[in-house]
């Protein structure tokens, strides 16, 4: 691997490029991608039960996008079920309570229930042609999510 390694950094000497170049072409070739996770810490049992309706709220939405982001796709692993076109598929992956919503531009986000701590783990993927665009985007989706959250209490 170390050769492999040297071998790579004499080829992009020889062009004048650093490896920061070479992560800037992959940038342009690929776009950029961004994700992350926020927790919300919900204990005891009105906490368990804030969660089950937060689940059940997006479970049961018939969202059409979410931050001005159509949604393609819509996976609930507790029903098995990829919602997707008017149509239902059968995912392969074992039955969870978790739902992952697949946006039009290949951003995504999944709420889930932590299996051992007393959170509702919300994880945000997106893509863009820079940094601040997906950091943008980022703060948009989770605003939204949050917002909708708000709205339970």
């Known amino acids: ?10 080829y992009y000497k020889e062009q004048n490029k650093t490896l920061l170049d070479v992560l800037d072409d992959l940038f342009k070739k690929y776009g950029y991608h ?7 810490v919900l204990a005891g ?22 931050a001005e ?31 992952k919503y697949i946006l039009e531009d290949d951003s995504w986000f999944v709420l889930r229930p932590s299996g051992t701590e007393p959170k509702l783990k919300i994880y945000v993927g997106v893509t863009g ?16 999510i949050m917002y909708r959250i708000s709205m339970l209490n």
Not at 1 to 10: I, K, P, T, V
């Open 45 to 66: 049992k009105s906490g368990l039960e804030k969660q089950e309706k937060i689940m059940d709220l997006f479970r049961k939405a018939q969202l059409d996008s979410i």
């Open 1 to 10: 691997a170390l050769l492999m390694c040297a071998e790579m950094a004499a």
């Open 34 to 40: 961004l994700d992350t996770l926020e927790n919300i």
């Open 129 to 144: 042609k820079n940094q601040k665009i997906c950091e943008k985007k980022i703060n948009n989706i989770k605003n939204n």
């Open 69 to 99: 982001i159509n949604i393609k796709a819509k996976e609930d692993y507790s029903w098995g079920l990829r919602y997707e076109a008017g149509k239902e598929y059968k995912l392969t992956l074992p039955k969870a309570n978790v739902l």
